[in-house]
């Protein structure tokens, strides 16, 4: 049997000047991240429906971005072999790795649990 699932569009969002490559959710909900070929990573509010601060640094487009399972940081990757881990929606990296001639397509967490 085949299923097919009906998709309705309830809002669009604007704001990045290429592509969108990546999308992740907020861990608790209230926020997600986007990146885009345009080098950015935005941050946006879901309640506010709009974009709430944009990260500038990567030098070429964001294929990867992820928060860390306790929503404290986000983390991008791109397609200028770059790592980027920010903190607190602050405009700042925290840390930044650098792959030579390395396309950074996914980012990912294992299985862990944050103590605090």
Same mark, same amino acid.
Do not use: Q
């Given at each position: ?25 907020? $861990? ?40 860390? $399972? ?29 792959? $030579? ?8 967490? $294992?299985n862990m649990v944050i103590y605090h």
């Amino acid at each position: 049997m085949t299923c097919y699932v009906s998709l309705v569009v309830v809002r669009t969002l604007t704001s990045h000047r290429s592509n969108c490559t990546s999308v992740d959710f907020h $861990p608790f909900g209230e926020f997600f991240a986007s990146g885009s070929l345009d080098t950015n990573l935005k941050i946006w509010d879901i309640r506010k429906k709009g974009c709430i601060h944009t990260y500038k640094g990567h030098t070429r487009g964001v294929n990867a971005i992820r928060f860390t $399972p306790d929503g404290r940081w986000v983390v991008s990757g791109g397609e200028d072999n770059t790592v980027k881990v920010r903190i607190d929606f602050l405009n700042h990296d925290i840390n930044r790795v650098r792959f $030579p001639n390395m396309v950074i397509n996914r980012v990912r967490f $294992p299985n862990m649990v944050i103590y605090h």
